[in-house]
């Protein structure tokens, strides 16, 4: 019953986003709209933003659901920018009514355990310190929020399989790659 009321608060959340930008959106309206107390509300959420942040964390375990292999990242990749432009006024409304770092936030949720488990798995029986794997994995998570976040930016106009089409090509080989070169450095 608790998760059904969360995904009814973010239901309801999404379709007022639809009418109003978020800052005009009052705990009322989404308690009206869905039917439930604000005792309901405070019982889950100490206020919108904590339902915003749900709400993306929500989104990004739904958005990779088995696609955080070397063989299935590109899938993934695909899929986080399905997932954004899906909630398309939910994250345009965020980006301007919430600050950024919330936004960069929802995206490295959705892109970091994607790459660190493509790193993990390139890095298998290789000697490299989970220090090192980590740095790699963030350093391509920055290096593809960068990208979704200017694309979000410009009102995500442009066709984004063309943008993962572009950040496959760039990225082929190039974690093998840093893995070895990190292996190399230790040695």
Request: some cysteine.
């Amino acid at each position: 019953m608790s998760n059904m009321t969360k995904q009814a608060l973010e239901a309801s959340l999404k379709r007022l986003l639809l009418q109003k930008p978020l800052d005009k959106i009052t705990i009322q309206d989404l308690t009206s709209d869905c039917g439930i107390s604000r005792m309901a509300f405070y019982y889950h959420f100490k206020d919108i933003y904590d339902l915003v942040e749900w709400a993306c964390k929500e989104d990004a375990s739904h958005a990779l659901q088995g696609k955080k292999t070397y063989a299935t990242w590109q899938e993934g990749l695909m899929q986080i920018f399905d997932a954004v432009l899906e909630n398309k006024p939910f994250i345009l409304n965020a980006y301007r009514c919430i600050s950024r770092e919330q936004i960069e936030s929802y995206l490295f949720s959705l892109t970091c355990n994607l790459i660190r488990n493509v790193v993990q798995e390139q890095a298998v029986g290789r000697e490299i310190s989970e220090e090192d794997k980590e740095f790699i994995a963030q350093f391509y998570k920055y290096s593809f929020v960068g990208i979704m976040l200017d694309w979000i930016k410009q009102g995500m106009k442009e066709e984004y399989h063309e943008i993962v089409d572009k950040i496959c090509t760039t990225m082929q080989g190039n974690i093998k790659n840093s893995i070895d070169n990190f292996t190399k450095r230790g040695e």
